[in-house]
C-alpha cells in the first residue's frame, strides 16, 4: 500500500481526485491501486513547555538561577484537541500497513517538517517519497505525482524548520522568563513576551511612534515654473539648488534667496534653453507578487488586513485553483513552468479584469509562439533552486475558471480583487 499523507484534507482530496476512484473513510481516502490519502490538521505536535522538562521551572516559583534552559534531549507532544489525537492515531495505524509513504506536505520548510515529524514520532523506517506541487489544480498534481522524489532529497528544508523552531523556543522562553522575573521584582504582574519576530517587530512600531511624536517640522522652499514654447507646448521645471545652498537634511530653508529668484524670474519674459539631456530608461516587467507585497498592496489600496489577503490568496489556490502556493516569499517560478507560460497568458488575454488588463496584453494578437518568447525575454522569473514558487495563475481553462469571475460563479468580491490584482 502506498499512503499519501497531505498537509490539510482539500489537498488530501485533490490528490485522491487526480489518483482516481477515491472512497472517503473516517480519516482517510482509498483510491484505485492500493493507494490511501490521509491527512493532517496543520502541525500535530507541540513543544514541550519549560516546567515539563524541569519542574523547577514552572511559572510559579522559577528563578533566573536556572536560566539559561536548554532541553537534554528535544521533545515534543501531540495538540490537546480530541480530533488531532483521533487523526494522528489514524495516521499510526494506517503507517504499520504501508509499503510506501508519500510526504504531501505543502512546498516549504514548514510543510516538510509536517509531515516528517509524524514519521519520526512513529519511527516509521520504512520508504519515503516527495510530491513537490506548486499548484494543487489536476494537471500540476498529476505531473507532480509523476515526478516523486526521495524525501531524503528534502532533509535540509526540514532540518532548516527544526532549527527555526528551535531557535525560537530557546530565545522566546528564555528570555520570556528572564524578563517576567525582573519585571516581577519591580511590582510588575503580568508576563513580558519576548520572541525573535514580534519584539523587534515591536521595536520598530515603538521607534517610529517616537519619531513621529518628537517629529520638528522644518520650514524649506523649493521653486518652480511654467514654461511656454512659441508652438505651443509646454512644459513645467524645477530649480535644482547647489549642494552647499542646503542643510543637513538636504532641504533648501533660505527664504531671502528664494524670494530674491522668485522676484528676478517675475522680470523675465523669454529666456533659452542653452542645454538639455535626454536619457532613455528601460523598466523591467515586474516580478511576481510575493505574498508580503500583495498584502502591502492590497492594504494600501482596499485596507485589507494581513490575514484576510491570506485567507483570500488560500482560497484562491485551495479552492479555486488559480494561484500558486502563496505562503511564501519567493518572487520566481520554478524553470518547469516555463512550458506554461503560453497557456496561462493567452487565457489571461480573454479575461475581462474590470477593464484593468494592460493595454499591451488586450492589443497583442495571440499569434503561435509569441508569448513564450515575451517569458523568456524575463528569464529571470525562472530559477533552478526554487523552495515555492511566486505568484501566477496556472492552466485554468477559458470556458471554466474564466467564468467564474464573468457571472459563471459568484465569487466574493474579495476574491476578485486579489485575483485582479495579480
Known sequence: MKLFIAEKPQLARDIAGVIGNPRKNRGY???????????CLGHLFVDLKPDEYDADLSWKNY?????????????????????VKAQLSIIKKLLKKCDLVVNAGDPDREGQLLVDEVLVEANYAGTVKRIWHNSQDPAGLKKALAEL????????????????KRADW???????????????????????PVGRVQTPTLSLVVKRNEEIENFVPIEHYFLGASFAKEEGQSFKGKMVPQKNELDENGLFTDRGKIDTIFISLKKISSAN???????????????????????????????????????????????????????????????GQLEDAEKILSNLVDLDLNN?????????????????????????WFGRSIIAIARIPFRFQPCARIAMFDG???????????????
Open 170 to 192: 530557546l530565545l522566546g522562553m528564555n528570555l520570556t522568563m528572564a524578563y517576567t522575573w525582573y519585571a516581577r521584582k519591580n511590582g510588575y504582574s503580568g508576563v513580558v
Open 149 to 164: 522524489l526521495d524525501n531524503e532529497e528534502r532533509k535540509p528544508l526540514y532540518l532548516s524548520a527544526l532549527a527555526r
Open 63 to 83: 528563578s533566573v538561577e536556572n536560566l539559561p534552559f536548554m532541553p537534554d534531549k528535544w521533545e515534543i507532544k501531540p495538540r490537546s484537541d480530541a480530533g
Open 356 to 380: 484593468e488588463v494592460p493595454v499591451e496584453y488586450t492589443d497583442v494578437p495571440p499569434r503561435p509562439g509569441f508569448f513564450v518568447r515575451t517569458v523568456l525575454l524575463y528569464r529571470r
Open 273 to 335: 534653453v542653452e542645454k538639455y539631456e535626454k536619457t532613455p530608461v528601460e523598466k523591467k516587467a515586474p516580478l511576481p507578487f510575493s505574498l508580503s507585497d500583495l498584502q502591502v498592496v492590497t492594504s494600501r489600496k482596499w485596507k485589507m488586513s494581513s490575514k484576510d489577503v491570506l485567507d483570500t490568496v488560500q482560497s484562491l489556490y485551495e479552492r479555486h485553483k488559480l494561484l500558486s502556493y502563496p505562503r511564501t516569499d519567493c518572487r520566481y517560478l520554478a524553470t
Open 29 to 39: 481516502i482509498e483510491c484505485s491501486g492500493d493507494n490511501v490519502v490521509t491527512w
Open 408 to 422: 459563471g460563479y459568484s465569487a466574493p468580491p474579495c476574491e476578485k480583487k486579489r485575483f485582479n490584482e495579480m
